[in-house]
C-alpha cells in the first residue's frame, strides 16, 4: 500500500517564511497544501510554473532617493495618471484574475 503523504524538510529564509505564511493564512492555504500545490504545477508545467530570469529593469528602492528624485518619481506617477497612462486599480486586479485563474 502506498503512502498518503511523505515529508519534505526545506530551509527557509525566517523573514520570507513568516511574510509567506502570513499571506497563506490570509488565504485560508495551509503551507503544506501550497506546497503541494507547487508541485503539482511543477509537474504540469514540466518545469517551473514561472520565468526564472533576471529582470532587465530593478524596482525603485524608495530608501536609497533623495526628496528631489523621490519628487521627480511622483511628478512622472502623476504626468502618467494626467495622460491616461494608468489604469484603475479594479481593472488590474481582475486582470490578475482572469489571467492567472484566481
Given amino acids: 500500500m502506498a503512502a498518503k503523504s511523505a515529508n519534505l524538510y526545506a530551509r527557509i ?12 493564512s490570509a488565504l485560508g492555504i495551509p503551507a503544506s497544501n501550497a506546497i503541494n500545490m507547487f508541485y503539482k504545477q511543477i509537474i504540469l508545467h514540466r518545469g517551473l510554473p514561472f520565468e526564472v530570469k533576471i529582470p532587465s529593469a530593478r524596482p525603485l528602492d524608495m530608501g536609497t532617493l533623495s526628496e528631489e528624485q523621490i519628487n521627480e518619481e511622483l511628478e512622472k506617477g502623476y504626468a502618467d495618471m494626467k495622460d491616461g497612462r494608468t489604469k484603475p486599480a479594479s481593472k488590474v486586479f481582475a486582470d490578475i484574475r482572469k489571467n492567472y485563474y484566481l
Fill in 13 to 24: 529564509e525566517p523573514e520570507v517564511k513568516e511574510q509567506a505564511e502570513g499571506i497563506l
